[in-house]
């Protein structure tokens, strides 16, 4: 039998142990310190290599939320292309692919490329044989700079999403 309108409940049982079916979230301040401390270490443990790998800027779908920026998936091939980059080497150097992404905006592509491009200014690419460096390898130079730890990449700074 269901029970319409406002009227008294029936068989009213509440004496259960119902303590041990409540959860409450008094341990939130700490597990968001923890997560923070957890996010410091992890950014000092990969120390002079980005946390994250590099996202292009997208807008949002629909007519309510296209005026905002996000990161998006991966980088389209065309905007690879475009900044000289191998679709191949791009995710063994930190950057992301989405093969299916179309570019609808020349805006958009000239605003992606110039981030991929600001990133592979900023890049520096270790040997895999210190003895034998390869073309596209840093210079010696560079690579003395990132272990010393003096040019460290700040973030990316234009239109990156917050």
């Avoid at 029970?3 to 049982?13: D, G, S, V």
């Avoid at 990969?46 to 005026?67: E, M, S």
């Avoid at 080497?89 to 179309?102: E, H, K, M, N, Y």
């Amino acid at each position: 039998m269901t029970i319409k309108h406002n009227q008294q409940i029936q068989h009213n049982h509440f004496r259960k142990d119902w303590q041990r079916r409540v959860r409450v979230h008094f341990d939130q301040p700490g597990k968001k310190k923890a997560r923070r401390q957890a996010r410091a270490a992890k950014a000092a443990k990969v120390a002079p290599r980005p946390v994250d790998k590099l996202r292009p800027v997208v807008r949002c779908p629909t007519l309510k939320y296209n005026r905002r920026v996000r990161a998006g998936r991966g980088f389209s091939l065309a905007e690879l292309k475009e900044a000289g980059i191998p679709r191949k080497l791009a995710p063994t150097i930190g950057i992301s692919v989405d093969p299916r992404r179309q570019n609808l905006s020349e805006e958009g592509l000239a605003a992606n490329v110039a981030r991929l491009q600001e990133y592979k200014k900023r890049l520096i690419l270790f040997p895999r044989k210190s003895k034998q460096p390869k073309q596209g390898d840093s210079s010696a130079e560079d690579i003395k700079k990132a272990q010393s730890g003096e040019g460290i990449a700040t973030k990316l700074h234009g239109s990156h999403p917050a």
